[in-house]
């Protein structure tokens, strides 16, 4: 038996949807495989932490479905039984469906004996993304196998870049607990944007990469807006125009949606400033009575990891 873990994404990181991810150290998905006597067959055999709404059909679970393709595309002799933990919630915009995809093939492919590269495997735990989302993006799925921050330049060909992250950075996800599809939450944007706010955002991106590299973090905060889903996906996230003041207003150089939400996610220069920051969020889910659980982390740069 094989198992292995892939970690939690923040995508789009407010100036880069469907473009940006980075990978945090927890929570994340496990996944283990093992050969079954079948030739090629992917037989699901146990789900953990679903609460029961993950399909046992291989072909229609995000975990499994880059699978079916990897041992087609191998030509696999045997086929693969699996057992599916998931750790962290559906809908949370943290990468749930990524997580589980990511951490699917990259346990069968060691099965296999390491026939791919972990890049080569995005494609195909692209194809678990696309059964959750309904679209092939790898802005949670490139982090999450990969490790650290990374853009998409191109889908058509994938085209992936690794980023750099400045070490003194640190990183809190908030997740209230409330569910938001993926799928839902992308039927709100609007399919066309307005040329001005095009151009506004090419900009942020581009000082985004910037920043980066220039380690300038009074850059990166004023790069990191988002004028292509924030407006939209806001009104869904209880009390966001208050977590967001409050996390900007305790150290925070940059704060939004992680994903689709709705979690949110703030980026801060110094350790105790994140703390104050996910305590002081956090503090105000609670006070209007909804809980959530924060988790606070360095970027995570090793991505997909194999247990055991």
């Not at 399909?55 to 045997?78: C, E, F, W």
Request: aromatic share 6%; glycine share 8%; with cysteine.
């Amino acid at each position: 038996m094989v198992t292995a873990f892939a970690p939690a994404t923040v995508a789009n990181l407010n100036c880069g949807f469907d473009v940006l991810g980075l990978a945090i150290d927890a929570p994340g998905d496990e996944v283990s495989v093992w050969f079954n006597e079948t030739k090629g067959q992917v037989r699901i055999q146990q789900i953990e932490g679903d609460g029961g709404k993950l399909s046992y059909d291989p072909q229609k679970n995000t975990a499994t479905a880059g699978i079916v393709t990897l041992l087609r595309h191998v030509n696999a002799k045997k086929g693969v039984d699996v057992i599916i933990r998931k750790n962290m919630p559906l809908g949370s915009g943290l990468g749930s469906s990524a997580a589980s995809a990511v951490a699917g093939v990259v346990a069968a492919n060691h099965l296999l004996g390491n026939p791919l590269t972990k890049r080569e495997l995005v494609a195909f735990a692209l194809d678990g993304e696309e059964v959750a989302s309904g679209a092939r993006h790898a802005d949670n799925v490139a982090p999450s196998l990969l490790g650290g921050l990374t853009l998409i330049r191109s889908y058509d060909p994938l085209d992936i870049i690794e980023l750099p992250f400045a070490r003194n950075l640190n990183i809190v996800v908030v997740h209230p607990q409330v569910e938001i599809l993926t799928k839902e939450a992308r039927l709100i944007l609007p399919q066309q944007i307005p040329l001005a706010v095009a151009i506004n955002q090419t900009g942020n991106i581009a000082a985004f990469i910037a920043a980066l590299y220039e380690r300038d973090t009074a850059l990166l905060s004023r790069s990191m807006t988002d004028l292509f889903a924030e407006p939209y996906r806001a009104k869904a996230i209880p009390y966001f125009a208050e977590l967001k003041q409050t996390a900007l207003a305790n150290g925070a150089v940059a704060f939004g949606i992680s994903g689709s939400g709705p979690s949110v996610f703030a980026i801060a220069p110094t350790q105790p400033a994140t703390a104050k920051v996910a305590n002081e969020v956090c503090k105000i889910l609670q006070l209007h009575q909804i809980n959530c659980t924060a988790y606070i982390s360095k970027l995570n740069t090793r991505g997909a990891e194999i247990l055991t």
